[in-house]
């Protein structure tokens, strides 16, 4: 007499003890691996720290002078009479040629030099942002590869059962048991492991898709080990909210706009010129030099300083305004994933040691009913397919659950050593 019993957790982890050992004859790509390559292939990273090193750049000649003018020109040229456009005869005409430079007041360089600083901790933090969000989907897609790809494993052991539940059909057959259907029926659930394996393969191919977009190329590399399984405390995340890199990107957009609500009011200050000049007349007569000062006149600021000083106070308010939008979005989505994930992890929990070991003791009993003649194999058949429906699902709520901790881990976790 053939008994089918079921492949044992300990069977399953040597199975995928061997399939990681055979995967690691060649390159393997482990989680810790995958997040460094996005960190250094990600285009949209190389995008945000090209700007950063921009806004670097702009913001060293932010403090400088402007450059200096020449002037070059001729003064009283005559235009009339029998000396006109002569350059050299008549005693009035004098070739100039000077040097003039622009002094902005102090509080306006000061303020454009904050405001340049200020940028380059706006993009910074874009930059911070942009990491982040890289490790966050690298590390998702990394996972649903890996929560398939387990499954994969688990469809070959089904197929091994499958193949003892045929042999014990045939056998019970051939001693006058059963009745003639009872030989299809095998063949029908090995059809639709192969339809759930189809389903798998194709979701791995798009996990790979996706964790291709961060990394590239190696993405198609066989996976190897496991991810980090994060603690998920609902006190310490709350606490670190304010952490969140789209929350703490605000300080720097803030410190800009201050910057550049004082540039606008340091516009109503003058600014001044000086310029050296040397002229040249006849060789009969001397040469001269002049000496000249400029200043601005900012007597109408109700027309030009006022509106632009207004402008930037109301991008000011308006950003406070945005950010505690931003603020209590991220606090509803932090209430909402905390929450999925307990629900999740509850799940999983009764899943495996209540609904799996009840799934398995139904296939036992239907089992032992029909090869004590007692049952069919239809109820056999009904309960291994509950049971495959049920292993699969934990597998899928346990990625799942792992997404959700690795989102909130990127979100709002304290990570230091992949912000470098």
Same mark, same amino acid.
């Given at each position: 007499?053939?008994?089918?019993?079921?492949?044992?957790?300990?069977?399953?982890?040597?199975?995928?003890?061997?399939?990681?050992?055979?995967?690691?004859?060649? *390159?393997?790509?482990?989680?810790?691996? &995958?997040?460094?390559?996005?960190?250094?292939?990600?285009?949209?990273?190389?995008?945000?720290?090209?700007?950063?090193?921009?806004?670097?750049? =702009?913001?060293?000649? &932010?403090?400088?002078?402007?450059?200096?003018?020449?002037?070059?020109?001729?003064?009283?040229?005559?235009?009339? !009479?029998?000396?006109?456009?002569?350059?050299?005869?008549?005693?009035?005409?004098?070739?100039?040629?000077?040097?003039?430079?622009?002094?902005? =007041?102090?509080?306006?360089?000061?303020?454009?030099?904050?405001?340049?600083?200020?940028?380059?901790?706006?993009?910074? &933090?874009?930059?911070?942002?942009?990491?982040?969000?890289?490790?966050?989907?690298?590390?998702?897609? +990394?996972?649903?590869?890996?929560?398939?790809?387990?499954?994969?494993?688990?469809?070959?052991?089904?197929?091994?059962? =499958?193949?003892?539940?045929?042999?014990?059909?045939?056998?019970?057959?051939?001693?006058?048991?059963?009745?003639?259907?009872?030989?299809?029926?095998?063949?029908?659930?090995?059809?639709?492991?192969?339809?759930?394996?189809?389903?798998?393969?194709?979701?791995?191919?798009?996990?790979?898709?996706?964790?291709?977009? +961060?990394?590239?190329?190696?993405?198609?590399?066989?996976?190897?080990?496991?991810?980090?399984?994060?603690?998920?405390? *609902?006190?310490?995340?709350?606490?670190?909210? *304010?952490? *969140?890199?789209?929350?703490? !990107?605000?300080?720097?957009?803030?410190?800009?706009?201050?910057?550049?609500?004082?540039?606008?009011?340091?516009?109503?200050?003058?600014? +001044?010129?000086?310029?050296?000049?040397?002229?040249?007349? !006849?060789?009969?007569?001397?040469?001269?030099?002049?000496?000249?000062?400029?200043?601005?006149?900012?007597?109408?600021?109700?027309?030009?300083?006022?509106?632009?000083?207004?402008?930037?106070?109301?991008?000011?308010?308006?950003?406070?305004?945005?950010?505690?939008?931003?603020?209590?979005?991220?606090?509803?989505?932090?209430?909402?994933?905390?929450?999925?994930?307990?629900?999740?992890?509850?799940?999983?929990?009764?899943?495996?040691?209540?609904?799996?070991?009840?799934?398995?003791?139904?296939?036992?009993?239907?089992?032992?009913? +029909?090869?004590?003649?007692?049952?069919?194999? &239809?109820?056999?058949?009904?309960?291994?397919?509950?049971?495959?429906?049920?292993?699969?699902?934990?597998?899928?709520?346990?990625?799942?659950?792992?997404?959700?901790?690795?989102?909130?881990?990127?979100?709002?976790?304290?990570?230091?050593?992949?912000?470098?």
């Amino acid at each position: 007499m053939f008994s089918l019993i079921p492949f044992q957790p300990g069977k399953r982890m040597v199975v995928a003890m061997l399939l990681a050992g055979f995967s690691t004859l060649g *390159h393997s790509l482990t989680f810790d691996e &995958a997040l460094r390559l996005a960190q250094a292939d990600a285009p949209q990273l190389k995008a945000r720290e090209e700007d950063a090193a921009a806004a670097q750049s =702009n913001s060293l000649p &932010a403090g400088e002078l402007p450059d200096p003018k020449l002037e070059l020109g001729i003064d009283n040229l005559p235009i009339s !009479g029998p000396d006109r456009y002569s350059v050299s005869r008549d005693f009035m005409t004098m070739r100039r040629i000077g040097v003039m430079q622009e002094f902005p =007041n102090g509080a306006k360089r000061e303020a454009r030099i904050a405001v340049a600083q200020s940028k380059v901790a706006v993009a910074e &933090a874009q930059t911070r942002i942009t990491r982040l969000t890289v490790l966050r989907e690298a590390a998702i897609a +990394w996972i649903a590869r890996a929560s398939v790809e387990q499954a994969l494993v688990r469809m070959d052991d089904l197929r091994a059962e =499958n193949r003892l539940l045929d042999s014990a059909v045939k056998a019970m057959l051939a001693g006058g048991k059963g009745t003639p259907t009872d030989a299809v029926m095998p063949r029908q659930e090995a059809a639709l492991i192969e339809d759930r394996a189809d389903e798998l393969r194709t979701r791995r191919e798009q996990a790979i898709a996706a964790l291709k977009r +961060w990394i590239g190329a190696a993405a198609e590399e066989p996976l190897q080990g496991t991810s980090p399984d994060w603690p998920i405390s *609902h006190d310490v995340l709350a606490h670190s909210l *304010h952490r *969140h890199p789209e929350l703490t !990107g605000f300080d720097s957009q803030e410190r800009m706009l201050d910057a550049e609500i004082g540039e606008a009011q340091a516009e109503k200050r003058p600014d +001044w010129a000086l310029e050296l000049a040397y002229q040249q007349r !006849g060789p009969q007569f001397s040469d001269m030099v002049s000496l000249q000062m400029s200043f601005d006149l900012p007597i109408f600021p109700g027309s030009r300083q006022d509106p632009k000083i207004a402008a930037k106070r109301a991008e000011r308010a308006g950003l406070d305004a945005e950010r505690e939008a931003t603020l209590r979005e991220h606090a509803a989505m932090l209430e909402s994933d905390l929450a999925e994930h307990q629900r999740l992890a509850n799940t999983v929990k009764r899943q495996r040691e209540v609904l799996l070991p009840l799934a398995d003791e139904k296939v036992e009993l239907a089992m032992a009913a +029909w090869c004590g003649g007692k049952g069919s194999l &239809a109820e056999v058949i009904a309960a291994r397919r509950e049971r495959i429906d049920t292993e699969l699902k934990v597998i899928e709520l346990e990625g799942q659950r792992r997404q959700v901790a690795a989102r909130l881990y990127y979100a709002y976790g304290d990570h230091p050593g992949e912000q470098q």
